[in-house]
């Protein structure tokens, strides 16, 4: 394999400005807001579906392995090669994918290239007064469907309406072989994009497939109408114990489009101040959103007093501005691991996640190792996620990946101790979630996908992934496959 004439063959296919082999650029592709892996041979950024097609056939025809990479807001390694002896591959940076193909206030669906960012969906849809049932996580300024629905994600909607795999219809995908298909009813010959359920779900078996299965060239997204009314409620408790059966409840009720809990981790050394939950309410009038509120405040009581809601209404008022940086708001590296469980199994959850920190309380004070923890509802799932944050030497993605440039940060042998007893806390929360069942999103190279599942599962999913990419070069190593 001549790597050079296949690096310009690339150039030929989709303009020689659209391929980046810059070491500065290949560092920075290279690595996510956690991990740092094997640098790619070269950054592709397809213009086309056409193009993109042509770029996968040449690299698989050459042996070559391929990263897809929307927004690169990813901390799981869900497209850094971490693993051992990976093979040499080409990154695809899917962003310049970014047209709306078809907008149907009729069908009530929408249909994007897997470039598009949350924000240019929802600008579209808005436009007609619609927007996706699940539209888009807290970064949707920056993140895309494709990296999204690769991963799924949840925020906006999610507490009623769940995860961005819940607002699929049908995708259209890059195989390894350079063949675009496509899932749903999109695929009858003279049919249209707007029923999933058309034969086997094989939309599901993309999504949150971490690109082990193929490329997303395409989604189509179900619509819903803006409601007119929304309310916002904010309540703070004396203590999680406390906070989570309420959460809990409001989970069950369906009422929230939105409902996060949050708070700092009481160690001894933090500040312990009190969790709140911070709700959004909406309905087709102000009046019926008022009324949710209403029975909100009832599941409450007395458990919980009431704040001025200006958190949950400023994340709705500037919804994917809100979060401007990939650092916390002292300019500290801040890190997320997450686990899924049923409504019912939250406290378990939180009990098991403190006990690590708990037991890493020690190293945390002496480091200035803070945490915090939140709690989501999606549907009928609870994620439950501790944040851990330090000062560190944040990397090029750190200081650009959101659009602003952050001051730049030395390593040191003090930094470096602190990122190596996060790493030890991360994995041990990691393993206390397997242990108790959890599952994921953005499961990438971190998360055990393979690992953790049912055998008979893992190999059924192996031999898909045989038929649909026979020698191994759709993100290798992603999902543990």
């Known amino acids: 394999m001549d790597t050079e004439k296949v690096v310009s063959r690339l150039g030929f296919l989709v303009g020689p400005d659209h391929v980046l082999t810059d070491d500065v650029l290949l560092s920075h592709f290279s690595e996510d807001l956690f991990f740092e892996g094997q ?16 770029v996968v056939k040449l690299c698989t025809d050459e042996g070559i392995a391929l990263l897809p990479r929307g927004g690169g807001l990813s901390y799981t390694a869900g497209y850094v090669q971490t693993q051992d002896n990976p093979p ?57 469907l494709g990296g999204s629905l690769s991963n799924n994600c949840m925020f906006f909607g999610s507490a009623n309406n769940g995860t961005a795999a819940d607002a699929i219809v049908g995708l259209d995908i890059v195989t390894a072989d350079g063949y675009v298909i496509r899932t749903g009813s999109g695929a009858i010959k003279n049919g249209t994009p707007f029923y999933r359920n058309n034969g086997p779900d094989l ?81 087709w009038t102000q009046g019926i959103a008022d009324e949710k509120i209403k029975v909100i405040e009832r599941i409450v009581g007395d458990s919980g007093t009431p704040l001025n809601p200006v958190l949950p209404t400023y994340i709705r008022e500037n919804a994917y501005s809100f979060v401007q940086s990939s650092l916390d708001a002292a300019g500290r590296l801040q890190i997320w691991t997450h686990g899924i469980f049923p409504i019912g199994d939250t406290l378990n959850a939180y009990a098991g996640f403190m006990d690590v920190m708990k037991a890493h309380a020690a190293e945390m004070q002496s480091l200035e190792i803070e945490a915090t923890l939140s709690f989501a509802c999606a549907g009928t799932a609870m994620m439950v996620e501790p944040v851990l944050r330090w000062q560190g030497s944040a990397s090029h993605l750190h200081r650009t990946g959101m659009g602003k440039v952050e001051e730049r940060t030395e ?56 038929v649909l990419d026979p020698k191994g070069l759709m993100n290798p190593g992603v999902l543990g496959l």
């Not at 640098?39 to 993109?52: K, R």
């Open 203 to 283: 939309t599901g078996l993309f999504l949150a497939d971490g690109g082990a299965l193929g490329i997303k060239a395409a989604a189509t997204l179900r619509l819903e109408k803006i409601p007119e009314g929304r309310s916002y409620a904010s309540f703070s408790f004396a203590s999680f114990e406390t906070l989570i059966p309420i959460v809990q409840e409001i989970g069950r009720s369906g009422l929230a489009s939105e409902c996060l809990g949050l708070g700092p981790a009481a160690l001894d050394h933090q500040e312990n101040s009190a969790p709140a939950i911070h709700i959004v309410c909406e309905g």
């Open 88 to 144: 040499a591959a080409i990154l695809i940076d899917t962003r310049r994918l970014n047209r709306v193909v078809d907008l149907s206030p009729e069908n009530m669906t929408v249909t994007a290239e897997a470039g598009c960012t949350w924000e240019q969906v929802m600008e579209a849809t808005s436009a007609h007064g619609l927007r996706p049932t699940m539209f888009g996580p807290s970064t949707g300024r920056f993140s895309t």
């Open 39 to 54: 640098t790619p041979l070269a950054v592709v950024a397809p213009g086309l579906v056409s193009e993109t097609c042509k």
């Open 411 to 466: 390593s040191t042998s003090e930094t470096k101790n602190r990122e190596a007893h996060v790493r030890l806390i991360r994995e041990d929360f990691k393993t206390t979630m397997d242990s108790l069942g959890a599952a994921h999103m953005q499961y990438g190279r971190f998360y055990d996908y393979a690992s953790v599942t049912d055998e008979n599962t893992v190999n059924f999913l192996r031999s898909l992934k045989s």
